[in-house]
């Protein structure tokens, strides 16, 4: 999907950026791993979570929190995840086109600007 969108905005701004779009997607995949573990010890702390348990001796309040927590950020960050796909406008058709136009473009010479 990251490529189809590459293209489509070459084809609307007539340039090729295609190492920024990869690489804000590679700062995006590390902020999303920071945040995983910050909403993981969130979740943890929201259920009281004890720090040093035994097996068996969490309090069942706290599991049942968790439990709770957990299947609502489930649902959540499923439906953003849909969202998101579901926003994704570039069809079959809208791709073949913004590949022709992309090699039309290469195929044509295009002069370099001159040195003022």
């Known amino acids: 999907m990251l490529a189809d969108v590459v293209e489509e905005n070459g ?8 190492g920024g779009f990869f690489a804000a997607n590679i700062f995006v995949q590390k902020c999303v791993s920071g945040l995983g573990v910050l909403a993981t010890a969130a979740l943890l702390n929201f259920a009281d979570f004890p720090t ?7 309090a069942p309040e706290s599991l049942t929190r968790l439990g ?24 079959r058709a809208a791709h073949a086109k913004n590949l022709a136009i992309l090699a039309e473009r290469r ?10």
């Open 11 to 18: 084809v609307r701004t007539g340039q090729r950026e295609e």
């Open 107 to 116: 195929g044509r010479r295009i002069t370099p600007p001159r040195a003022q």
């Open 52 to 58: 040093q348990s035994i097996l068996g001796t969490v």
């Open 68 to 91: 709770k927590s957990y299947v609502a950020a489930i649902v959540v960050l499923n439906l953003a995840s849909v969202a998101c796909v579901w926003m994704f406008r570039i069809t």
